[in-house]
């Protein structure tokens, strides 16, 4: 149980065009997912907090109109990097909460990740 | 707030031998759970073990044990037997009431030597 599924796995784009990552719980709802952006070596830093149904909360020094977030289900959360420059090329991971069980949304349940690449 | 602090880089270990990795928090909230994820070269975030801060005993998952000093903010990672598959980034997690959010330490990297 508790699966957090990515698409794509890994997207190569060109610099000036956007591209959208899809986080998906796939065996329980989700009202409140997260955004991670994570370089090679270091730890997963919190982007932002997608919550289902509302406006997403960003972290200070995250651009929202660069990364824009959209919560429209219980199950489906998608990251989408607007113009995106080589600067952006990063490993994004998504988690999710199940405040369904235990231990009641304390937990979060992690993606496979998405290596963006921008040329 | 939260802060995790890792104080250790990278730590190696022979295969069959025991390691343990460090980690120190602080938090504000009263009522919060602390983690060990694994992050294997796949990069894959794969929860280890998690301990309630409201229980005294130390959490353990087969040859994954924790040393929960909740005065002193510390919460260490034992592995017993360490086998080649261990070899991964360990990341020290902490989460509160605070919107779900987890605040992760610096990682820390373990070399498994055959």
């Known amino acids: 149980g508790a699966v957090v599924s990515q698409h794509p796995s890994w997207v190569i784009c060109k610099s000036g065009t956007s591209v959208k990552i899809e986080c998906r719980s796939l065996?329980?709802?989700?009202?409140?997912m997260f955004w991670y952006r994570q370089f090679p070596k270091q730890s997963l830093m919190l982007m932002a907090t997608?919550?289902?149904?509302?406006?997403?909360?960003?972290e200070q020094g995250v651009e929202k109109d660069k990364f824009l977030i959209n919560h429209a289900s219980l199950t489906l959360s998608t990251l989408t990097v607007t113009s995106a420059h080589p600067e952006d090329s990063s490993f994004y991971i998504c988690?999710?909460?199940?405040?369904?069980?235990?231990?009641?949304?304390?937990?979060?349940?992690f993606g496979p990740g998405t290596r963006l690449t921008v040329t | 707030a939260q802060t995790v602090t890792q104080s250790q880089p990278e730590m190696s270990v022979q295969e069959a031998e025991t390691v343990t990795l460090s980690c120190t928090y602080d938090?504000?909230?009263?009522?919060?759970?602390l983690f060990w994820y694994k992050q294997p070269p796949s990069r894959q975030m794969i929860l280890v073990i998690r301990?309630?801060?409201?229980?005294?005993q130390n959490a353990t998952e087969n040859r994954f044990s924790v040393n929960f000093q909740k005065a002193a903010k510390s919460f260490s990672l034992k592995i017993s037997d360490s086998q080649l598959g261990d070899a991964a980034m360990y990341f020290c997690?902490?989460?509160?009431?605070?919107?779900?959010?987890?605040?992760f330490g610096q990682g820390t990297i373990l070399t498994v030597h055959p």
């Open positions: 988690s999710a909460r199940d405040q369904s069980r235990p231990p009641y949304g304390y937990e979060q349940y």
């Open positions: 065996d329980f709802q989700a009202t409140t």
């Open positions: 997608s919550n289902e149904g509302s406006k997403a909360t960003y």
């Open positions: 938090t504000s909230e009263s009522d919060y759970y």
């Open positions: 301990q309630e801060a409201y229980k005294q």
């Open positions: 997690a902490a989460g509160g009431t605070s919107y779900g959010k987890l605040t």
